[in-house]
Structure formats: structure tokens, C-alpha cells
């Protein structure tokens, strides 16, 4: 192929793919504006999911959307035609974790959600580490909180932060890495900033819920 006839197909494939470019950019309607982007925090943060950057992964990871982080215009028509996340049991203050979607939902006295917060919960993999072995699993039930401590606990598997023990060591607590998948081995791993306020909420004798589709029946059965 001589110089003149690469630098005509050159010229044609930066053609192609300046239109393609402009095509996608039609699809997706354009960059956001600031305001557009105000009112997605703003519709997040009174849907529960709070104002900082995992509130748009916590968002995607209850909707069953795909986890990217990023506020596309796909992703505030979502925000705006969305209605609130409800729990499986109301009318108390508790907490649920639901492992399908790997969220955490935390009502007040009534029942009604206030807070939504991506977690990481057991891999369901064995392990062996630090002389320990088992079987990271996060089991599904009624629980309760029974023992909470305040700052740094040192535990055979790890550090935990403000944990909020709930059944044989497994604790609701911060941990600087939350991944979007289950991979704890059995906690129910919360962000850092998010530990703190959320023991202070969770005291002795609050009830944990923790389901998957599978194990959840109805609502009525987690009561006593």
C-alpha cells in the first residue's frame, strides 16, 4: 500500500470514528450540567443513600443496575424515576442486609428506611489464614445485637472498626476496604466513615435481619 492511499484510509477511519464519537454523544444526550448533577445528590441523599461517592455504587448496587461510579445521563433519568428503597419488615427500628444486593438498610423506630449503605459480606470460600481455617460465611436470620465496642478491635482475622457483634464474632463494622462483591470472611463490612455513626445507632438488643432471596420467606416469619 503506497504513502497516499494509508493516509486515505487513515483519514477515513478518523472519520468513522469522529462519528462515532458524535453518535454516542447524541445517545447519551450530552455532559451533564451542574445542575443536573445537584439534583442527583440531592434525589440520592433523600432516597437514603446519602451524599458522598458511594451513594451513586449504592444506588446501582440496589437497582441491579451495572456498578461504575459514574452519574451518566442513563444514571440521573434512573435516579429520577426511582422510588425509595422499602425493607422486608417494618413498623420497628432494626437492620437488614440483604446479600443479594449487598446493601445494608438501617430504619428508625418506625420502620422506615434512613439509611442505605453498600457492604461486603462472607465469600462463602474456604479459607486458612493466620492459623485459622473455615468457611467464610455470613449466616441469614434474625440476630441480635448482643456486644459493641468503640474504636479499633483487634480479632484473630483482622482489625475491625466500631464493630457490632451480632452472632458467634461476626460483627456489622468499618473496614477500609468495602468491595462491591462478598468478600469478608463472614462480617458485614461497612465503609470507614459510616462505622461510627452507624454504632451509635445500632444498640444492645437491635434486631439484625440478614437474608438472600432463597432464605427469606415473608416478612411476618423474622417476627418473634
Known amino acids: 500500500m503506497n504513502i497516499a492511499r494509508k493516509a486515505a ?12 464519537n458524535v453518535a454516542a454523544k447524541k445517545r447519551d444526550g450530552g455532559p451533564l450540567k451542574r445542575a ?3 439534583e442527583a445528590q440531592s434525589r440520592l441523599s433523600e432516597m437514603g443513600y446519602g451524599s458522598r461517592q458511594q451513594a451513586l455504587v449504592t444506588f446501582q448496587k440496589w437497582e441491579g443496575r451495572q456498578i461504575t461510579g459514574r452519574l451518566t445521563r442513563a444514571e440521573l433519568e434512573a435516579i429520577r424515576n426511582a422510588t425509595p428503597p ?18 445494608l438498610l438501617l430504619t428508625d423506630d418506625d420502620g422506615e428506611v434512613t439509611t442505605i449503605l453498600p457492604v461486603s459480606t462472607g465469600s462463602g470460600k474456604h479459607y486458612k489464614e493466620k492459623l485459622m481455617s473455615g468457611l467464610a460465611y455470613t449466616p441469614r436470620g434474625r440476630f441480635k445485637i448482643y456486644n459493641k465496642l468503640e474504636g479499633w ?13 451480632f ?10 476496604e468495602v468491595p462491591h462483591s ?13 462505622a461510627k455513626e452507624m454504632s451509635e445507632h445500632l444498640s444492645i438488643g437491635t434486631i439484625v435481619l440478614i437474608y438472600d432471596e432463597q432464605s427469606f420467606v415473608s416478612a411476618k416469619d423474622w417476627v418473634q
Open 9 to 20: 484510509v487513515g483519514t477515513l477511519l478518523l472519520i468513522l470514528l469522529a462519528s462515532i
Open 36 to 38: 443536573e448533577i445537584k
Open 86 to 103: 422499602r425493607p422486608k419488615d417494618s413498623g420497628y427500628k432494626h437492620v437488614e442486609v440483604d446479600l443479594d444486593r449487598q446493601v
Open 153 to 165: 478491635r483487634k480479632s484473630p482475622l483482622g482489625l475491625l472498626y466500631y464493630p457490632n457483634y
Open 167 to 176: 452472632s458467634d464474632g461476626l460483627a456489622i463494622h468499618g473496614n477500609p
Open 182 to 194: 462478598p468478600q469478608s470472611h463472614g462480617c458485614v463490612r461497612i465503609p470507614m466513615w459510616a
